[in-house]
């Protein structure tokens, strides 16, 4: 007596559920993204597609500047982690075995799972007892912390699957040490190290708790921009900067994914 | 002239495992040379320190007289083939195979010839353009020596070059190597578990096992004389028996087997007189007969294993001692006997040797 195998899919009412499922979790986006073309104010009404809040944000000075905030800092804290990423990668994997490796390997990962308001309250207590005041440059260092194990993800994992007699190949070929970093190593590493990056970046443009911790005056990132609107009430303008951001999010972290999967 | 490689007592230990025990080996000037063993028996540690991949715990290594033991991989004169060829897959063919020239710092004019001579020797002149993974495995490993050979090392080292390859492709390397090898020159340095495969390059082979070196002698020596138990058995097939010892005499031990038979065995002073020692025959050396021969002795057939250009036969002595014999199918692949049949068997003369254990 052959007893059918029931599958997840087979159980009734497993389509409904699946729908009510990615309707809970992207409606609020969808419907973020349909009212920022809405020809109204409203948030409800639909009366006509229109692109005059992607107008109205684009004359907007205040916007503008703190568009470009977001920019410099994400590439900064960007640039600086992923250097130190590939740097950490390369100590773990390819460097002479240390005492504590493993836990270091942990140590990197850990501002994943630390409280994000934790980490700001003590960026912002560490800042203030040493009187840091540099501007964007208290945001960028802030950021630099928690970019890290974002690059460092990515690059981790290509190295792990990379086959490492490909190096001692080189070196068997008169390379230095160097130059087998240089000419076999990174160009092996690229697609790791860009994608991590891409994480790093988008990581930084998003974030809000650490950014409005440390942030001065007038170094306002988009976040805190948006945020600031918020509390004068809802507007379409925050619909279109939001779906903005949106879409840097998906193109990047989906530019991200398919470097990893490169061979 | 010096030896191409002197290994000088080297050891080699991973925390409290010994990989190596003293090994002490010299290779020959354009000597194909083999280190053949099971895996884990340390003839990959010790291409890996002549590659200087690893350093040694104590002992020294010698390059045509000089003391490499302390240069790292870059500045010995020493290119290896890789298992898995490891090629520069970001590289074309063509670069591949410049790698170490342009490392050497050669003029860009002399890079270019012997880039181009290198791919006519393998025959891939039509796939300098290539990426490593738009060629076969058989191409690869070509593009792999190539690589390895460009610089003109003193001494080519190959790390079971041949273990990823099917059959057929094995075979028609094994010539081609052997031909390279003799074209070049060079020292090679070949690494692997497949006893045909040394038996058929080799000019010399060091057969090792758990960190040591049991033998180191010409293929015919390793297969017909080896030294020990260990040797005998990986290499070939082989019977053995245990005997008691009656005499010496000339080299040659005079043994007596349960059920009353005598033996001479070659005896390279493994023999004491009165103590049992173990012998070993090869297969082939032993004959089976339906009708009576010189020498023959009574047998009965147990086992046929037709092996199409041979049959095995598993014969029993009367007595009960048990001896594969291998018989060539010159004819056809008829048996001289069948199973459970009577016959003679004849062991050629010298045929049995004894072994230290």
Redesign the interface.
């Given at each position: 007596m052959a007893r059918k195998t029931r599958k997840i899919t087979d159980l009734p009412g497993f389509r409904g559920f699946t729908w009510l499922f990615f309707a809970y979790l992207y409606a609020p986006l969808v419907l973020l993204v349909v009212f920022s073309f809405n020809a109204t104010r409203s948030g409800t009404v639909w009366s006509g597609f229109s692109l005059t809040w992607y107008a109205k944000i684009a004359a907007d000075s205040q916007i503008q500047r703190a568009a470009l905030n977001s920019l410099t800092v994400a590439i900064c804290a960007t640039a600086i982690a992923t250097v130190v990423a590939t740097a950490a990668a390369l100590a773990m994997k390819r460097g002479v075995p240390f005492f504590g490796r493993k836990v270091t390997g942990g140590l990197i990962m850990t501002p994943l799972v630390v409280p994000e308001i934790v980490t700001a309250v003590a960026t912002l207590l560490l800042f203030s007892a040493i009187g840091l005041s540099l501007g964007l440059g208290n945001i960028i260092l802030a950021h630099v912390a928690f970019c890290i194990p974002f690059a460092y993800l990515p690059i981790r994992a290509r190295l792990e699957r990379m086959?490492e007699?490909?190096e001692?190949?080189?070196?068997?070929?008169?390379?230095?040490p160097w130059?087998t970093l240089r000419?076999?190593t990174l160009?092996?590493l690229a697609p790791g190290i860009v994608s991590g990056a891409l994480l790093a970046l988008i990581t930084s443009i998003d974030d809000f708790i650490i950014t409005m911790m440390v942030a001065e005056p007038g170094a306002t990132t988009l976040p805190l921009y948006i945020y600031g609107m918020l509390r004068l009430g809802v507007s379409p303008e925050i619909n279109a900067i939001s779906t903005i951001l949106l879409g840097v999010s998906v193109g990047v972290v989906t530019l991200s994914h398919l470097l990893t999967r490169r061979r | 002239m010096p030896q191409a490689v002197e290994i000088i007592d080297v050891v080699k230990k991973y925390g409290s495992f010994t990989a190596l025990h003293n090994v002490s080996l010299d290779i020959r000037p354009n000597e194909f040379f083999t280190l053949l063993g099971p895996s884990g028996c340390g003839k990959t540690t010790l291409l890996r320190i002549i590659a200087g991949f690893e350093d040694i715990t104590a002992g020294t290594l010698k390059l045509f007289g000089t003391d490499i033991t302390a240069l790292p991989p870059d500045r010995r004169p020493i290119n290896t083939v890789f298992q898995h060829y490891s090629l520069f897959p970001h590289m074309t063919v063509a670069e591949n195979v410049a790698f170490g020239l342009r490392r050497l710092k050669m003029p860009a004019a002399d890079i270019t010839r012997r880039v181009a001579e290198m791919l006519e020797m393998i025959k891939l002149s039509s796939h300098a353009g290539r990426r490593p993974h738009q060629l076969s495995g058989g191409q690869q490993q070509r593009v792999a020596l190539a690589r390895a050979l460009a610089p003109r090392p003193k001494v080519l080292l190959l790390d079971e070059p041949l273990s990823a390859l099917d059959l057929k492709l094995r075979q028609a390397m094994r010539m081609e190597l052997k031909t390279l090898q003799q074209q070049t020159g060079v020292t090679f340095i070949f690494v692997t578990h497949d006893q045909e495969e040394a038996l058929a390059m080799s000019d010399r082979i060091a057969v090792m096992s758990e960190g040591r070196v049991q033998q180191i002698d010409a293929p015919q020596v390793i297969y017909e004389h080896p030294a020990t138990r260990f040797v005998a058995d990986f290499i070939g097939d082989a019977n053995f028996l245990t005997a008691s010892v009656e005499g010496l005499e000339d080299g040659r031990a005079h043994c007596g087997l349960p059920g009353g038979y005598r033996l001479i065995a070659r005896d390279a002073g493994a023999a004491r007189p009165g103590q049992s020692v173990s012998l070993f025959l090869r297969p082939e050396k032993l004959s089976v007969h339906d009708t009576p021969v010189e020498e023959g002795i009574g047998m009965t057939v147990r086992t046929i294993v037709y092996q199409g250009d041979a049959t095995d036969y598993l014969v029993e002595l009367d007595g009960g001692v048990m001896l594969r014999s291998r018989c060539e199918n010159r004819i056809n692949g008829d048996p001289i006997l069948t199973a459970g049949e009577r016959g003679f068997l004849r062991i050629a003369p010298d045929a049995a040797k004894t072994l230290l254990d």
């Open positions: 086959d007699s490909i001692l190949a080189a070196r068997d070929l008169y390379a230095t130059q000419t076999v160009p092996l | -």
